[in-house]
Each structure stands twice: as structure tokens, then as C-alpha cells.
């Protein structure tokens, strides 16, 4: 296997994706193997991954939050929002109100820096949501940026059973 190297993303399966098409279009501009391993680490950074999470209740079974902040969370209408930096899952930011409502504050968050994000690809990567509250999300991001593509994915069960159903993920890359 001396013809295989392996490049920790950092970041969960949607965000492999991103650096694969990157690597990808890299591959068919005809960069060599060794310069593409080089803008793999670079574009590694520029992913951004993050989460909202409509119920901390999945959160409090796994463990991951206490009961006290689970109660707490459903009390006052607190939805988190999951980052990745680091390879590391943290809390970035708490969204309160209602899920809709909350679900727009954060879509407006993520892209409040229009010019800085790359329009080819979005992934929206979810657990336990209809077809219509897909279609809702989506609309709400083309009100913000237009995408050239946008991929629904379903949530891999590790997130999913963690972060629990009404969870979704805005996966997306920066410009350099």
C-alpha cells in the first residue's frame, strides 16, 4: 500500500466529501500526488462544520450533556449548535426560541460572511427530518446564498443517535 496516503479531514463524512470533490477536480487538473496531499491540508481548514440540535434529549442519554442542562435546555427553548474544529465536537453557540425560529438564526449566522464562502457545494447532512422540513432548510439557505449544488444527506447513526432526530448540519468550504 506504499501508493496510498491517508489524510485525516477532521471533520465528519460530509466533510470528506467536500475534500474529496476537492481532491478530485485536483486530480483531473493534473497536479501530482504530492501537491494534492499539500492542498488537502490546506483545504482542510477551510471546511466548515457545525450543527443545531432542535432537542437536547439524545444529547443527555449518550451522556454528552447532564440531565440538569438537558431539563434546562427544554425549559427555555435552547438549541445548540454543534462545531467541529480541531477534529473536536463543541458547543458554538445556543440558538433559543422555537425550532424555527431557531433554525433561522442559525442559517443567518453561518452566512453572514457571503463573500468569503465557496457557492459550489453545500451539504446539508441530517437526522430525522421529512422531505418538507428539507425543503423548509433549504429555502432558508437560498434566501441567504445561492449554491451551484446542494446535497442531502443523511446523518451517519453515530450522529444521529447523539444528536437525535430534528438535528441538522450546514457543511460547507471557504474560499482561500
Known amino acids: ?44 481548514k477551510r471546511v466548515k462544520t457545525s450543527f443545531i440540535v432542535t432537542d437536547t434529549e439524545y444529547l443527555a442519554r449518550s451522556g454528552r450533556v447532564s440531565q440538569n442542562l438537558h431539563t434546562l435546555c427544554r425549559s427555555f427553548m ?16 445556543l440558538r433559543v426560541g422555537t425550532r424555527d425560529y431557531a433554525w433561522k438564526k442559525y442559517i443567518s449566522s453561518l452566512f453572514h460572511t457571503l463573500g468569503q464562502i465557496d457557492k459550489k457545494t453545500l451539504f446539508i447532512t441530517y437526522a430525522g427530518l421529512t422531505r418538507e422540513e428539507l425543503d423548509e432548510i433549504k429555502e432558508l439557505v437560498n434566501q441567504k446564498v445561492s449554491f451551484e449544488h446542494i446535497i442531502c444527506q443523511k446523518a451517519s447513526p453515530a450522529v444521529a443517535t447523539n444528536c437525535g432526530p430534528g438535528t441538522f448540519g450546514l457543511l460547507f468550504m471557504m474560499k482561500d
Not at 474529496?20 to 501537491?35: F, N
Request: with cysteine.
Open 1 to 44: 500500500f506504499d501508493n496510498v496516503i491517508v489524510i485525516d479531514s477532521g471533520h465528519l463524512s460530509s466533510g470528506m466529501g467536500l475534500m474529496a470533490l476537492c481532491a478530485a477536480e485536483a486530480v483531473e487538473s493534473g497536479m501530482s500526488a504530492e501537491a494534492i496531499v499539500s492542498e488537502m491540508k490546506s483545504v482542510r
Open 78 to 93: 435552547i438549541h445548540p449548535v454543534i462545531v467541529l474544529k480541531n477534529s473536536s465536537m463543541q458547543v458554538g453557540a
